[in-house]
């Protein structure tokens, strides 16, 4: 199985993050649809697995402990190719 590059893989879960399709993504970047798909699985099996993890965490952990991005961290695009 080919990888991507972790740029690449880390500019999927980033948009997926944000909602955007899989078409879009693909329009956005060039990857083509079925990677994005399979990208997409793992992203969101992560997410799941998360979730699990966390809800142990946050008994455990202060919230003041715990990052979030902030909303001006956003990544910028450039459709494939220019």
Do not use: C, W
Request: charged residues 25%; hydrophobic residues 30%.
């Amino acid at each position: 199985m080919n990888v991507l590059k972790q740029h690449l893989q880390s500019a999927i879960f980033t948009l997926l993050e944000r909602g955007v399709s899989q078409h879009r993504i693909h329009e956005l970047t060039g990857i083509d649809r079925k990677t994005i798909r399979r990208y997409q699985a793992l992203y969101e099996a992560q997410r799941a697995d998360g979730a699990k993890s966390s809800t142990a965490e946050k008994s455990s952990t202060p919230a003041t402990a715990r990052s979030k991005r902030s909303p001006g961290q956003f990544l910028q695009l450039r459709p494939f190719g220019q």
